[in-house]
Each structure stands twice: as C-alpha cells, then as structure tokens.
C-alpha cells in the first residue's frame, strides 16, 4: 500500500510517500516559502534531486504541485494518483481528546480546530493542509497523527503544573508534550535493538533536534516528558529558552517595555543557544565552530545544553524508579558525539558509560555504551514518517 505523508508548516510542507509494505521511501520533498514565493525540492528514490521555484501562493497550490511532482512522467514514482492508498497527516497538538491517531472527520478537524489555542502557529497549519488534500483527493482516506497523542498515557501527577486547579479543569492547562511519534517510534526500536520486551524496558529517549525533548518511556508507554503545555517548555534548545523562573517574563517586560506576547516570543525565537551564544547561531554545528575559535559564550551554551539534558535523564531515572535504556536521536542526537560525550560525562553514577570509539557513530543506529555499562546508551535514527505511515495503514485497512 503506497501512503502519502504530510507535514505541514505555516510556510512550508514536507512530503513523503512511502510504500508500507516495504517501508521505503518512493519520493520526498519539501515546500518551502508557500504563501511568499514558492520553492520546491523533490527527491525521487535512486534519482537526482530537483530544485524548481514553482508559485505557491497558497497550501493547495503547493499540494497540488507535490502531486503533480508525483505523478510526472520524467520525475515522478507513480503512474496515477489511484496508485496512493491513504494519506496521513502530522498534527502538532491533540489536546486530551486524542490519545491516539484517527481517521479524520467532520468531528475530528473540528476537535483539531479546538485545539489551535494551544498551537497556533502550528494546528491552524495542519487543518489547511488537510483541507487541501481533502479537494484534490477526495476518495482518499485521511488520517491524523498527533505530537501529543503518545503522551496521554501520562498520570496526573506528571501532567499537573502547580497552579490553580482551575486552569486546569476549566481551561485544559496541564503538560501535553511533543515529539510523541519520534519519542514511540525511538523507544521500540531501542527494545528491538536490545532483542527485550519494550514492556519490561524503562527507557530514556533524547530528541535532540532544533526543538528537543526527552521522555521516559516505561513498558511502552510515555510516563513523562520534558516539554509543556506549548513545546517551549524544558531543554535548552535552538532558540528556546526551555525551563525558567516565570518571573522573568515580568522583569523582561518591565525592562524592554514589551508585551507578555512579545517577551514569549523572545523565549521561543531569541533565547536556547542562540541567545546564550550571544547571537552566533541556533545550529550546533556553528556554535561548535565557534566554540573551537575560543568564543566563551558559545562555550557556555553548549556546557548548559549538556547539563540540562543530564538533569532530565537524572530526573526520568528516579521517575522510574532505574533505567534500562537511554537513546539519542534528531538531528544533534544522531549526528553529534561530542554533545552525547558532554552529557554521558554526568551519567556514570546512574550506571551509563559511553564508549569513546563506538560514540564516533553518526546518522545510524549503533550501541554507543561500553561492555560494562549496565545501561545501555543507544543512537538511533528516528522516523516520523514511518511511524504516520504506520498508524495511516492500521487505520484504514
Ligand atoms: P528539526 O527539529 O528541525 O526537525 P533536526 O532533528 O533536523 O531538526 O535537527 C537539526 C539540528 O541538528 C540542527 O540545527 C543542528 O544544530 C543539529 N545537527 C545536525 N547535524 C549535526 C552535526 N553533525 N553536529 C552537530 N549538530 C548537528
């Protein structure tokens, strides 16, 4: 069964199709600037990318293009759109109505539409990518991921904020967490790799991309997370500042003379190791670089990135009374050893050593512990979209 998989941004929509049968990836590509310009790359399997600069002046236009890309007769995997089974879609926030992914509906988008408040640079983004494909294929079956869904098995103790009971019961604030497709995808591909039950596993899961958040994953279900209510919450990040004294944003407000809104968005855009690094850049690589050139703030932000992971993993120990498992993926869990060294420094006392040699793994799955490490450390490549893919398939068949 070929299944189409869309992720879509307020400007941008990312694309797969994947045969599920074999897991491959037939083509993939990437939107970008919609609304602005338009600029497309498309990947078809074993075949150049091509980079074209198409108008996109909305989300059905880019949609429409993708298929076109799809089916073309030179660049194209797929002869007719017939040939494309259903169609799974990414959606950032599920709120607690949705605890797992569902076949769309009336209700269902709906249901998304309630949950904006809580994402709204990203759910409104998702619900017109959705529409889009829902004119240009209407036969198709469709179905909704959510970011959040894996969390909601959460108890109430790790989901409540100590805050007036009220906003929770009448407003739904409470931690939701994100990054729920790679969190599960990651956690049972760690038990696969340990050749154990992900039931008898307590497993630790770093997603270290531009947005990070680890979570503890026990007997397969997420029991907590570092990300909140909004996915600004806990770790360090690009451009995020994470966790913080609340009390900043009156001091930030009063100081600057900004709104509420203006100084949140200073934590989401301007702070993690953007800010720290005073400025130098929100991808490690660059911060690195300048870290090596002798820049002390850039130092600085990687030493307090690498502590406030450790902190979590130290946390998530506890939280599950011991630790089988901790796994780095996303873009920096994949690929940097020197971040993964920096925080396996602080995790000999939980009984995790990282060997210096089998750390030099970059983009693969690899155990990346010594023999003796009585937990082991784990770097595996996530995929999100395998993982649409694969609750796409088990809804509609
Ligand atoms: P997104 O959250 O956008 O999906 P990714 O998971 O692709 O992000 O992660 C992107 C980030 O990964 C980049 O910003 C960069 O900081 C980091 N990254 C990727 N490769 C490396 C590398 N070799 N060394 C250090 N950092 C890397």
Redesign the pocket.
Known sequence: MKVLVINCGSSSLKYQLIDSDTEDVLAKGLCERIGIDGALTHEPAGKDKIKTAPAMPDHKTAIGIVLEQLTDKENGVIASLDEISAVGHRVVHGGEKFTKSCIITEDVLKEIEACNVFAPLHNPAALIGIEACQELMQDKPMVAVFDTAFHQTMPEKAFLYGIPRKYYDEDGIRRYGFHGTSHQFVSNEAAKMLGKDIKDLNIIVC??????SVTAVKGGESVDTSMGLTPLEGLIM?TRSGDLDPAILEFIANKENKTVSEVVNILNKESGVLGLSGGVS???????AAKAEGNKAAKAALDAYAYRVAKYIGAYTVAMNGVDAIAFT???????D??RAAIGEYLECIGAKIDAVKNDV?GKAAVISTDDSRVKVLCIP?NEEVMIARDTVALVK
């Open positions: 997603h270290l991309g531009n947005g990070a690009g929100s991808d490690f690589r660059d911060v690195k996303a873009g920096l869990g994949e690929n940097d020197a971040t970059h996530t």
